[in-house]
């Protein structure tokens, strides 16, 4: 063996287990912090970005050196999403069998494109498909697609819409591009989420062609100011939004779509869950009268992040969107994930949602969004017996919170921000900035959120008082 290659060989199997051990510990190390850590990182532990700041090294070194450096310093840096008291976003936190689920599967490292690559990520993704459909009352036969996130299930799904829509009038999108081709007619609310904005300019849409309809205050697409969809019309509805966790009426929006065969997509990244609990079930009425719907697991359900999943009615439109050849593809009779994706090679996402399907069941899955819900409520109901303004109705997960003047919102926020108990989001509403308080984690309980309470009260405390000098 040539020098080159017994360096290599040194630094790559350099006690595997002995690493890997190093990295659980710190891993276990960070969970058992995580009720005490910030939900942001100071500004002490910031300064620690010094620590990584080097040029590209020349020279290999330990890999438990590299092991420690994030263990001790990098887990210093990172925002606690996963703890009880971050309400940023919409990020939600991850359950501990998904953890450990993904952990094995990261191991295992398989490639989820084929049924030939891993037996293992086929079956779990094939009996995701059938569990989620069953889950949120999906017509049967929906096919699922695993994704990296919504925003890549939006573009899947409105791509499979926009196909379909033009094969009807006669237009091949596979043989004859987009050049040329009729126009379709694209109805969104003027709250949709801007990753649907932006699915919509990849898939050849541009913001001048988009139909925006006008919302009531919750920001729910107001219906009777919706023009009347025709066949070659793609609507997109919103199961969840995005400040104030408001659905689009999409029983009816479905209803007048389905009489001229135009084509429905649900955004539910967050709000599709609902559609799991028999408490919020009433908020997704009428979804399966929809043609595609996408959300994302790694919100509501908790798994670890990368896990966005596309739903479509109609399978073959959802393969020859995202169909693919190649004499060495060899497709099987199980099922051959990459045929529902983007993507061909992906990390079986599949192992983490199906340990959390299994784990959880059906009254699981219930009560994770029945306790977001609750938590919610609980949130806002204290935050106003204090005075805060809540201005939105909380129907889901997400809280809209606003102080008696503009600046006094603004700075309560900076100081929420800066309190090191809780972390929350600033946003627009109605052109009014808001605090926007998303409760995602399951670890969110009445403890942390009377925390919290206290860090904003003090933080309008400070702001007012720092107005009034
Ligand atoms: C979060 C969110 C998205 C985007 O999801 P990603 O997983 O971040 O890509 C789209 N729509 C809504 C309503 C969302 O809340």
Same mark, same amino acid.
């Given at each position: 063996?040539?020098?080159?290659?017994?360096?290599?060989?040194?630094?790559?199997?350099?006690?595997?287990?002995?690493?890997?051990?190093?990295?659980?510990?710190?891993?276990?190390?960070?969970?058992?912090?995580?009720?005490?850590?910030?939900p942001f990182?100071?500004?002490?532990?910031?300064?620690?970005?010094?620590?990584?700041?080097?040029?590209?090294?020349?020279?290999?070194?330990?890999?438990?050196?590299?092991?420690?450096?994030?263990?001790?310093?990098?887990?210093?840096?990172?925002?606690?999403?996963?703890?009880?008291r971050?309400f940023g976003f919409?990020?939600?936190?991850?359950?501990?069998?998904?953890?450990?689920?993904?952990?094995?599967?990261?191991?295992?490292?398989?490639?989820?494109?084929?049924?030939?690559?891993?037996?293992?990520?086929?079956?779990?993704?094939?009996?995701?498909?059938?569990?989620?459909?069953?889950?949120?009352?999906?017509?049967?036969?929906?096919?699922?697609?695993?994704?990296?996130?919504?925003?890549?299930?939006?573009?899947?799904? &409105?791509?499979?819409?926009?196909?379909?829509? &033009?094969?009807?009038?006669?237009?091949?999108?596979?043989?004859?591009?987009?050049?040329?081709?009729?126009?379709?007619?694209?109805?969104?609310?003027e709250q949709?989420?801007?990753?649907?904005?932006?699915?919509?300019?990849?898939?050849? /849409?541009?913001?001048?062609?988009?139909?925006? !309809?006008?919302v009531d205050e919750q920001g729910?697409?107001?219906?009777?100011?919706?023009?009347?969809?025709?066949?070659?019309?793609?609507?997109?509805?919103?199961?969840?939004n995005v400040n104030s966790g408001s659905?689009?009426? /999409?029983?009816? /929006?479905?209803?007048?779509?389905?009489? !001229?065969?135009?084509?429905?997509?649900?955004?539910?990244?967050?709000? &599709?869950?609902?559609?799991?609990?028999?408490?919020?079930?009433?908020?997704?009425?009428? /979804?399966?009268?929809?043609?595609?719907?996408?959300?994302?697991?790694?919100?509501?359900?908790?798994?670890?992040?990368?896990?966005?999943? !596309?739903?479509?009615?109609?399978?073959?439109?959802?393969?020859?969107?995202?169909?693919?050849?190649?004499?060495?593809?060899?497709?099987?009779?199980?099922?051959?994930?990459?045929?529902?994706?983007?993507?061909?090679?992906?990390?079986?996402?599949?192992?983490?949602?199906?340990?959390?399907?299994?784990?959880?069941?059906?009254?699981?899955?219930?009560?994770?969004?029945?306790?977001?819900?609750?938590?919610a409520t609980?949130f806002s109901e204290r935050l106003s017996d204090v005075g805060f303004i809540i201005g939105n109705e909380v !129907?889901?997960?997400q809280i809209i919170v606003q102080c008696e003047s503009q600046a006094t919102t603004i700075a309560t926020l900076e100081g929420i921000k800066k309190s090191g108990v809780c972390w929350c989001g600033g946003t627009t509403w109605f052109g009014k900035p808001a605090i926007r308080v998303s409760v995602?984690?399951?670890?969110?309980?009445?403890?942390?959120i009377d925390l919290c309470v206290d860090a904003f009260i003090s933080a309008r405390e400070c702001a007012r008082r720092n107005s009034s000098k």
């Amino acid at each position: 063996m040539n020098k080159q290659s017994q360096l290599l060989e040194m630094k790559i199997t350099e006690n595997e287990a002995a690493l890997l051990k190093c990295a659980t510990s710190y891993a276990v190390e960070y969970l058992e912090q995580l009720s005490e850590m910030p939900p942001f990182p100071s500004e002490e532990s910031l300064e620690k970005c010094s620590l990584f700041e080097e040029l590209l090294p020349e020279h290999s070194c330990e890999a438990s050196q590299v092991i420690n450096l994030l263990g001790e310093h990098g887990s210093k840096m990172t925002v606690a999403h996963t703890g009880g008291r971050y309400f940023g976003f919409v990020c939600g936190g991850v359950l501990p069998v998904a953890l450990s689920a993904r952990w094995i599967a990261d191991t295992w490292d398989q490639n989820n494109a084929l049924y030939a690559m891993s037996p293992i990520a086929s079956v779990l993704e094939n009996l995701c498909e059938r569990w989620l459909v069953e889950l949120l009352h999906l017509p049967n036969h929906t096919a699922a697609g695993m994704v990296g996130g919504s925003s890549v299930a939006i573009i899947t799904a &409105l791509t499979a819409a926009r196909n379909a829509i &033009l094969l009807k009038t006669g237009w091949d999108v596979h043989l004859r591009g987009l050049f040329g081709a009729p126009r379709l007619r694209v109805i969104i609310g003027e709250q949709a989420h801007s990753s649907v904005l932006k699915a919509l300019s990849m898939i050849g /849409i541009g913001v001048d062609m988009i139909e925006r !309809v006008p919302v009531d205050e919750q920001g729910r697409m107001r219906l009777e100011c919706m023009r009347l969809p025709d066949a070659n019309t793609l609507i997109v509805v919103q199961a969840g939004n995005v400040n104030s966790g408001s659905f689009d009426p /999409i029983d009816e /929006i479905c209803q007048i779509a389905e009489k !001229v065969g135009a084509w429905v997509h649900v955004d539910g990244a967050s709000g &599709l869950w609902a559609a799991a609990s028999r408490r919020t079930k009433y908020l997704c009425k009428g /979804i399966e009268r929809a043609n595609s719907w996408s959300t994302d697991a790694h919100k509501t359900l908790n798994a670890p992040y990368d896990s966005g999943i !596309v739903f479509c009615k109609d399978r073959d439109q959802l393969v020859r969107a995202m169909q693919a050849s190649g004499a060495y593809i060899e497709y099987s009779s199980a099922r051959d994930n990459m045929l529902y994706t983007p993507e061909m090679s992906r990390r079986a996402r599949s192992i983490e949602l199906w340990a959390i399907l299994k784990t959880l069941g059906r009254e699981g899955v219930e009560a994770l969004v029945d306790q977001l819900c609750h938590m919610a409520t609980y949130f806002s109901e204290r935050l106003s017996d204090v005075g805060f303004i809540i201005g939105n109705e909380v !129907v889901f997960n997400q809280i809209i919170v606003q102080c008696e003047s503009q600046a006094t919102t603004i700075a309560t926020l900076e100081g929420i921000k800066k309190s090191g108990v809780c972390w929350c989001g600033g946003t627009t509403w109605f052109g009014k900035p808001a605090i926007r308080v998303s409760v995602s984690s399951w670890r969110t309980d009445e403890e942390a959120i009377d925390l919290c309470v206290d860090a904003f009260i003090s933080a309008r405390e400070c702001a007012r008082r720092n107005s009034s000098k």
